[in-house]
Every structure is written in structure tokens, then in C-alpha cells.
T-cell receptor, first 115, second 113 residues
Framework: EPEVTQTPSHQVTQMGQEVILRCVPI?????FYWYRQILGQKVEFLVS????????KSEIFDDQFSVERPDGSNFTLKIRSTKLEDSAMYFC?????????????FGPGTRLTVL | QKEVEQNSGPLSVPEGAIASLNCTYS??????FFWYRQYSGKSPELIMS????GDKEDGRFTAQLNKASQYVSLLIRDSQPSDSATYLC?????????????FGTGTQLKVEL
């Protein structure tokens, strides 16, 4: 069964450093998303991406964050100048469709620890 | 501010019983609703999606949607210890370039032997 994959599974970085989290969505999916979950809190939407551009972003997704689809398979989230409060699980998700019949499938996540 | 509300639990049910999980949402513009299961330290796993009023059954799971009451529920029949997890309710809002999901805090389910 096709699945979303993410690398690395765990990333440890120093405050102020840049990190890139990588995702490979399901191959025939067209819509891509990043969510995050701070330990003990709810899953929060960060950004949606379609047709090579951002379609929606939350207030969390400020200038510190960027996304890119550098080739036909990868979807990346870059966090510049990481802060302690960026420590969280970051989930990539993808869906084949949008609108009233989409189902988003989540990857296993990357645990980001900022020291 | 779009909100999805769930009772955090824990909800304890004996093995073989029916577990009933509930969720309310604030945004009447939400068009799609989902139940995800999340084991501790793992990612959300999609269990059910529902888009129109009424019931939708899939195996041991039944999702119910009432848009007038802004209410979504999930019934799990013949609950098994492996069903013990946190169940996340999510409401989807179509933005044109995808569906933005708003999640509740989740209800912890414990199925006891």
C-alpha cells in the first residue's frame, strides 16, 4: 500500500540553525501539507501546497518557514533560524483530491528537537 | 477562529463493548470530517471520512454527522485492546488549493480486558 515517507525520523539542532525536513508524498497525490504537533498538544495546520505554490498557510507559518517541491517526488519544509519553541513533531500529509472528497494521509513524522 | 472540541477522556470501555466518541465543530463552512487514530509517539492514521449528514459504516466503525448540530461522532463496535489510542476528530475547510484540517485535542480511549 502506498504511503507517505519522511526523513529524518529525528532531527536535533542548535537554536539558530537551519533545518530541512523531507517528505515523499504518495505518488499520484496532488495536494501536499505540513502539520506540526507540539508534545501533548493538538495537531496544527502549517501550510498546504498545490500546483507548485502555497495555497494556504497558517499564522504559525511565518517568514521563518518555507516549502519547496524541488523535484517530482520530494516535498520539503525548511525552518530558518530555529527557536526552542519549534521543537515538535512535524507531519507531512498528502491527498489525491481536495474539496469534499479528500482524504489526507500522514507520514510517520519527524521529531525536531531544538537545543 | 475555527475550533473542534473533543472530550479528552480517558474513556474506558470493556473489551467487546461499544465505544462512543464525540466531537463538535464551530465553522459551518467545514465540508469534510475525519476521524484519525493516533498511538502514542506515532502519526495520525485515517480511520473514517464523512461528508454528508447521516451514518457511514466501515467494518467495526460507524461515523455519524449532523451538520445542523455541528456534531460528529464515531462508534467502535466490539472494542479490542488494540483500539486503545487517542482518537482525533478533524474538520476540513476547502481553500481552493487543498483542504485545511482543524483538529481537536483528541479523546483517549482505553479498552480494558
Amino acid at each position: 500500500e502506498p504511503e507517505v515517507t519522511q526523513t529524518p525520523s529525528h532531527q536535533v539542532t542548535q537554536m539558530g540553525q537551519e533545518v530541512i525536513l523531507r517528505c515523499v508524498p504518495i505518488s499520484n497525490h496532488l495536494y501536499f501539507y505540513w502539520y506540526r504537533q507540539i508534545l501533548g498538544q493538538k495537531v496544527e495546520f502549517l501550510v498546504s501546497f498545490y500546483n507548485n505554490e502555497i495555497s494556504e498557510k497558517s499564522e504559525i507559518f511565518d517568514d521563518q518557514f518555507s516549502v519547496e517541491r524541488p523535484d517530482g517526488s520530494n516535498f520539503t519544509l525548511k525552518i530558518r533560524s530555529t527557536k526552542l519553541e519549534d521543537s515538535a513533531m512535524y507531519f507531512c500529509a498528502s491527498s489525491e483530491r481536495a474539496g469534499t472528497s479528500d482524504e489526507q494521509f500522514f507520514g510517520p513524522g519527524t521529531r525536531l528537537t531544538v537545543l | 477562529q475555527k475550533e473542534v472540541e473533543q472530550n479528552s477522556g480517558p474513556l474506558s470501555v470493556p473489551e467487546g463493548a461499544i465505544a462512543s466518541l464525540n466531537c463538535t465543530y464551530s465553522d459551518r463552512g467545514s465540508q469534510s470530517f475525519f476521524w484519525y487514530r493516533q498511538y502514542s509517539g506515532k502519526s495520525p492514521e485515517l480511520i473514517m471520512s464523512i461528508y454528508s449528514n447521516g451514518d457511514k459504516e466501515d467494518g467495526r466503525f460507524t461515523a455519524q454527522l449532523n451538520k445542523a448540530s455541528q456534531y460528529v461522532s464515531l462508534l467502535i463496535r466490539d472494542s479490542q485492546p488494540s483500539d486503545s489510542a487517542t482518537y482525533l476528530c478533524a474538520a476540513g475547510y476547502f481553500t481552493g488549493g487543498g483542504n485545511k484540517l482543524t483538529f481537536g485535542t483528541g479523546t483517549q480511549l482505553k479498552v480494558e480486558l
